[in-house]
């Protein structure tokens, strides 16, 4: 049974701040968009509000994480408390005044999301001198190390931070001699490195104080890096009076993050805008608490997460489609989760891909039936170069792909282009452009100072603006058929995965210069369910060649026909991915995100032999459907 979108449906309570907005027209078909209500004032630095919280709420915890034990598995939560932050970022600032680091010589954090790193974070940030937290997947996952050595040699960083030796080959293989190593526990073989008891022993002195005083809106917190496709990652300045910026319009667009101070639940990686400039700057900005999830949205890791919402409430909650999706199907079975995480939350919200209408229509059932209403599920637009948070959804009735309007004080230049309309962005909370990288930020703007992002956009209602957008895929991901028909990538990558839930974690849409259009997908874990037969530790390449799961898709291929009404629509061929993305070649973020144009730059033979007939196990629609 789905639960139907209906206009009657009841919700908890949750006031939006953004319902109207002002539309101008301007030259040549484009418009500008804006809220209604002005950018309120708000804090020029984010240390005020680690300071003024600090003092008004000391015991309160700031940050919590499970110990790690020895085995590997996690036990009770360790707190660090708003005060106790306080003290060891002014500790940790004094170690790192002392050895001369600024924004030429900034920290680097290589490790997970922890309280450490977000010790160091909040060091680095009291006294002025810019981190880049860098992604854990270049370190421990990747084999080249190549991404990690372009990340650190675009920063030449005068610190590198890392937790332990797990980093160790990484660190040996791109971190030079002459930069000093801090290890929050263990050692190095053949390397001089600090622990990290040495600077939270650091006393403060006047320096710290001095130095804090002396940032400002336009001084650098910290460096994010772009995920990188066809190209190498850039880093992504940004400011206090940015992040700050972006965090008062948060409160504004979503004003149930001024009602009660919030709490998190998280996994997201801070190393990526939507963890760490999101949901640590709202902890920050709103005087918050984070429980560190050290869970994720897959198989093995997923029930750390849940084993986390059955013991802490939210009052928000934050993931991405696949943990929306385990956590949906979780519940139906799982009375203690279902009571915990249902109790006092107000806001799902996801980000970095399409929700499937299934998995919504499922989430609303549950809730439901165990509290007599609907969570409203928040979504928007946004990028690192935003802070992130850009756009945002008007009222509790939404859909697959809606994004709303802009928060205040930011502007939309919406611009027709190659037949979409690109969504550009002008405000405080934007980026000033990227670090040591000239071109790409002089590149990155259009003549009137709005950031291209490549986004593409519609209107809910063409008859009513105040509804806002609704997303229309990556510009840059779009492209022709032989034909010259344009396909429009993101609403069709949408509908095959809808169809495909819960087997079906992304597609690839392909057919560049081609007579038709095809599907690459990549399945979840539970394509297993559909070949039982098969032992579970079967290759994945077996499970998707059986007759079951070819079977089962072929059913995918043949629903999705009917809807097409041109080649450019028409799923004409599809096809099971065995391999899965490539952390090294850019193919997934760590959100799990797919790159569509690295996994086609990277796979083109594949893509060459699927439409050329010479791929085995291609799947085509029946004649009946075709």
Same mark, same amino acid.
């Given at each position: 049974m789905r639960a139907p979108q209906s206009a009657h449906a009841r919700y908890r309570p949750l006031r939006f701040g953004v319902t109207r907005a002002i539309l101008r027209e301007g030259a040549n078909g484009v418009r500008y968009l804006r809220a209604e209500q002005p950018l309120e004032d708000h804090a020029r630095r984010m240390t005020d509000r680690l300071v003024h919280l600090a003092e008004k709420q000391p015991d309160r915890i700031f940050m919590a994480r499970r110990k790690r034990n020895a085995d590997g598995s996690t036990g009770d939560w360790q707190t660090v408390t708003w005060r106790e932050a306080l003290e060891r970022a002014r500790s940790i600032g004094q170690a790192l005044l002392d050895r001369g680091l600024n924004a030429e010589r900034p920290v680097a954090i290589l490790g997970e999301n922890s309280l450490e790193h977000a010790l160091v974070a909040l060091g680095a940030l009291y006294v002025g001198i810019p981190h880049c937290p860098v992604s854990p997947a270049y370190s421990l996952v990747s084999q080249d190390f190549d991404k990690l050595r372009h990340v650190l040699t675009t920063l030449t960083p005068g610190l590198v931070f890392a937790p332990d030796a797990r980093y160790a080959r990484a660190v040996q293989a791109a971190v030079g001699q002459d930069v000093e190593v801090v290890l929050g526990e263990g050692r190095i073989e053949g390397r001089e490195t600090t622990p990290l008891a040495s600077l939270l022993s650091t006393q403060p002195t006047p320096a710290v104080e001095a130095a804090m005083q002396a940032t400002g809106p336009d001084t650098i917190v910290k460096f994010l890096f772009t995920s990188g496709s066809t190209k190498l990652p850039k880093a992504v300045i940004n400011t206090h009076a940015m992040?700050?910026?972006?965090?008062?319009?948060?409160?504004?667009?979503?004003?149930?993050?001024?009602?009660?101070?919030?709490?998190?639940?998280?996994?997201?990686?801070?190393?990526?805008?939507? !963890?760490?400039?999101?949901?640590?700057?709202?902890?920050?900005?709103?005087?918050?608490?984070?429980?560190?999830?050290?869970?994720?949205?897959?198989?093995?890791?997923?029930?750390?997460?849940?084993?986390?919402?059955?013991?802490?409430?939210?009052?928000?909650?934050?993931?991405?489609?696949?943990?929306? @999706?385990?956590?949906?199907?979780?519940?139906?079975?799982?009375?203690?989760?279902?009571?915990?995480?249902?109790? &006092?939350?107000?806001?799902?919200?996801?980000?970095?891909?399409?929700?499937?209408?299934?998995?919504?229509?499922?989430?609303? @059932?549950?809730?439901?039936?165990?509290?007599?209403? &609907?969570?409203?599920?928040?979504? !928007?637009?946004?990028?690192?170069?935003?802070?992130?948070?850009?756009?945002?959804?008007?009222?509790?009735?939404?859909?697959?792909?809606?994004?709303? $309007?802009?928060?205040?004080?930011?502007?939309?230049?919406?611009?027709?282009l190659e037949g979409k309309t690109e969504i550009r962005y002008k405000g405080p909370n934007v980026t000033p452009g990227y670090w040591r990288n000239p071109e790409a930020s002089q590149d990155c703007f259009d003549e009137e100072g709005f950031f291209r992002t490549g986004d593409a956009v519609l209107w809910i209602d063409e008859a009513n603006p105040h509804l806002g957008l609704k997303f229309d895929g990556r510009i840059a991901e779009d492209f022709k058929l032989a034909t010259g028909t344009f396909v429009s990538v993101g609403p069709l990558r949408a509908k095959i995965i809808a169809a495909g839930a819960p087997y079906t974690q992304d597609?690839?849409?392909?057919?560049?210069? &081609?007579?038709?259009?095809?599907? /690459?997908?990549?399945?979840?874990?539970?394509?297993?369910?559909?070949?039982?037969? /098969?032992?579970?530790?079967?290759?994945?390449? @077996?499970?998707?060649?059986?007759?079951?799961?070819?079977?089962?898709?072929?059913?995918?291929?043949?629903?999705?026909?009917?809807?097409?009404?041109?080649?450019?629509?028409?799923?004409? &061929?599809?096809?099971?991915?065995?391999?899965?993305?490539?952390?090294?070649?850019?193919?997934?973020?760590?959100? !799990?995100?797919?790159?569509?144009?690295?996994?086609?730059?990277?796979?083109?033979?594949?893509?060459?032999?699927?439409?050329?007939?010479? $791929?085995?196990?291609?799947?085509?629609?029946?004649?009946?459907?075709?």
């Open positions: 992040w700050c910026a972006n965090q008062q319009q948060m409160r504004q667009s979503m004003p149930v993050l001024a009602e009660e101070p919030p709490v998190l639940v998280d996994w997201l990686p801070w190393n990526h805008t939507f !963890g760490g400039n999101h949901n640590v700057g709202l902890t920050i900005y709103n005087g918050g608490t984070l429980y560190i999830d050290d869970g994720k949205p897959t198989p093995a890791l997923v029930q750390e997460t849940l084993r986390n919402l059955r013991e802490i409430a939210p009052t928000v909650y934050f993931n991405v489609p696949t943990g929306f @999706e385990a956590i949906a199907h979780a519940m139906q079975s799982d009375a203690v989760l279902r009571k915990k995480l249902l109790s &006092r939350v107000r806001m799902f919200f996801y980000a970095g891909a399409a929700l499937a209408q299934p998995i919504w229509d499922l989430l609303h @059932e549950v809730q439901e039936a165990e509290i007599g209403e &609907r969570i409203v599920m928040g979504t !928007g637009l946004g990028m690192t170069e935003s802070s992130p948070f850009a756009v945002f959804i008007t009222n509790p009735e939404v859909k697959s792909g809606y994004l709303g $309007l802009p928060t205040p004080g930011m502007e939309l230049k919406l611009v027709p597609a690839v849409i392909t057919g560049l210069n &081609r007579n038709e259009v095809g599907a /690459l997908l990549f399945p979840t874990q539970k394509i297993r369910q559909l070949a039982p037969h /098969l032992p579970a530790d079967a290759p994945l390449k @077996e499970v998707l060649e059986s007759a079951a799961v070819q079977d089962h898709f072929q059913g995918v291929v043949d629903a999705l026909a009917p809807g097409g009404t041109g080649s450019a629509n028409r799923v004409a &061929r599809l096809h099971l991915m065995h391999e899965p993305p490539s952390i090294d070649k850019g193919e997934v973020t760590d959100k !799990g995100s797919i790159n569509q144009r690295a996994v086609l730059k990277h796979r083109d033979a594949l893509v060459q032999a699927f439409h050329d007939e010479r $791929l085995p196990f291609t799947l085509k629609p029946t004649k009946e459907n075709a």
